[in-house]
């Protein structure tokens, strides 16, 4: 689908959602963000114009043009239902049926010219996703699910055919973990030396959860700060497929949290969840590099001159 199409008629969402349902809206969730995708296409590579956010990460007139087209889809295929988007509704209030969007995961790599980065659209009910959608554009890749997991080829923002995936048994040899380019820090490398790891690939964005849904690694661990719009539509795309992703308490995530300002904790998403390693998570995500040098200015700014 381009950027113009319109996705077929979904059904109308009442809760509790039927698996169909489910699975319907997840297709059209799909077309949405393959169709976001053709539009973040078109700045990939440019020198696209950008700022800096409060929180140091960066936005850019791509994040906006890809959240506008996204929001206009949903409002008019499901007027009822309130989006939660990170641009320009991050404050929105949930409901009982809620959609998280991310319109661009992974900004400062796409900025960069790297092709890892990702459109992250989920229905939320109440506390968990139901129906997700997980574009990755730069490599012509689409995965979603409703009730089942599937992936498909994205050309020119058309999806192709979908095949089921499934998340793999950890190979006997050891784990492949997938870790971020620009998020590194020594809580999650002290959790991933725990594990029997024979590989860290790194990757960006949400892409992580759509390779291990896909049985392409085994791992993700992320124990500095991420928004509940970053993972849901990989964590029930993941689930779908057979995998897990779990908070420090070894529970599910859970979604809709304004009062934490939509902020996860730290998590570990596995593959095959039955064969999975545990993993001790902090309790609470570290700071940031990002959250540690904007302290340290603020500590240099406050300090009284030496005499």
């Keep these: 689908m381009g950027s113009e199409s319109r996705p077929a008629t979904p059904p109308r969402l009442i809760a509790p959602v039927s698996d169909a349902s489910r699975d319907a809206v997840a297709a059209s969730l799909a077309e949405i963000a393959c169709g976001a995708g053709e539009i973040l296409r078109r700045y990939h590579g440019t020198d696209c114009p950008h ?3 409060p929180d140091g990460s960066p936005a850019s007139l791509a994040d906006m043009r890809s959240e506008e087209f996204i929001v ?34 992974g900004t ?10 990702s459109v992250n659209i989920c229905l939320i009910w109440n506390d968990r996703p139901i129906a ?6 730069g490599l012509g890749r689409v995965w979603y699910a409703g009730s089942r997991a599937v992936e498909a080829p994205v050309r020119e923002g058309r999806l192709g055919e979908p095949h089921p995936i499934s998340a793999r048994t950890p190979p006997r040899e050891g784990l492949v973990a997938l870790v971020s380019r620009c998020h590194g820090d020594a809580e ?14 790194v990757t960006s964005s949400a892409l992580k959860f759509g390779l291990l849904a896909a049985g392409e690694a085994d791992v993700y661990v ?18 779908a497929a057979g995998g897990r992703v779990v908070g420090p308490d070894g529970t599910r995530l859970t979604y809709g949290h304004r009062g934490r300002f939509y ?20 309790s609470q995500c570290a700071p940031s590099y990002r959250d540690r040098r904007r302290a340290s200015d603020v500590t240099s700014a406050e300090s009284p001159a030496q005499p």
């Design 132 to 137: 997700a959608a997980l574009a990755a554009p």
């Design 222 to 239: 992320r124990c500095v700060p991420t928004m509940e719009w970053d993972t849901a539509a990989g964590d029930h795309i993941l689930a």
């Design 108 to 117: 400062r790599d796409f900025l960069a010219g790297v092709p890892e980065y």
């Design 263 to 282: 902020r996860n904790g730290p998590f570990a998403a596995f593959g095959e969840c039955e064969e999975a390693p545990s993993v001790a998570l902090p």
């Design 51 to 53: 700022q800096l956010k």
């Design 188 to 201: 999650t490398d002290a959790c991933l030396d725990s594990l029997p790891i024979v590989l860290r690939r």
């Design 72 to 105: 206009a889809a949903l409002t008019r295929l499901w007027p009822e239902i309130p989006v939660i988007a990170e641009e320009m509704s991050c404050e929105a209030k949930p409901a009982e049926l809620f959609f998280l969007v991310d319109p661009l995961d």
